[in-house]
């Protein structure tokens, strides 16, 4: 590995750490625990594409990070039982010769990316995933919080404040008004979803 190649990967670690670390205001729940009503969060949540049938819709946060890989370890490690994403594969896909701006690893993603759903519903987020993550309302999409994941795109402004989802973590939205809502992980910024809400 060559003197550029091995300063990026150093820069690439400390600022994964980083951004891992930092968390403020919002409440994200661990599975096992109560949430404020009394609930338990649940162990694992089921994927909705919309709730046309009445039902609240569900997300998952997703990535296949492998558990046996130590390149993981540095930035968190991988909670995964199964994976197969090794660190390398995931920093070969972060780029493109055919594009100025990270493309990402496909594998990182949010399940399903769009949503349809109505006023007053709840739209349960969980991080299934081994990485730690964030489901952050933007304006506009845009980079994240850790610069070498970010390449060729201005950061969101409201990624800097982001909170973090652990791997098991969920969050609920149930107060979005009615129109598109754009979120994206703050961490990881071409896993996307547009929410569309529509009156009742």
């Known amino acids: 590995m060559n003197r550029l190649h091995a300063g990026s990967a150093v820069f690439l670690t400390a600022a994964v750490i980083a ?3 930092s968390d403020s205001g919002q409440r994200v729940v661990a599975p096992g625990e109560r949430h404020a009503n009394g609930s338990i ?7 909705g594409a919309d709730d046309d049938a009445g039902e609240n819709a569900k997300i998952a946060i997703r990535d296949d990070c492998d558990p046996n890989d130590p390149g993981w370890a540095p930035t968190g490690g991988c909670l995964l039982p199964r994976g197969d994403v090794s660190f390398a594969e995931f920093n070969a896909e972060l780029s493109s010769p055919l594009a100025l ?16 759903t109505f006023a007053g519903r709840t739209i349960r987020v969980r991080n299934e995933g081994g990485r730690t993550h964030t489901f952050t309302e933007v304006a506009q999409f845009g980079g994240g919080k850790v610069p070498p994941l970010s390449q060729g795109l201005i ?3 409201e990624c800097p404040a982001s909170i973090n989802i652990p791997p098991g973590g969920e969050m609920t ?3 979005l008004a009615p129109g598109n809502h754009h979120f994206q992980c703050c961490i990881h910024p071409w896993m996307r979803e547009v929410i569309k809400v529509e009156e009742h």
């Open 155 to 157: 950061t969101a402004p």
């Open 173 to 175: 939205l149930s107060t």
């Open 101 to 116: 701006s990270v493309v990402g690893h496909q594998a990182w993603r949010n399940d399903p990316s769009y949503v349809e």
């Open 19 to 21: 951004a891992c670390s």
């Open 41 to 47: 969060a649940a162990s694992r949540s089921a994927n």
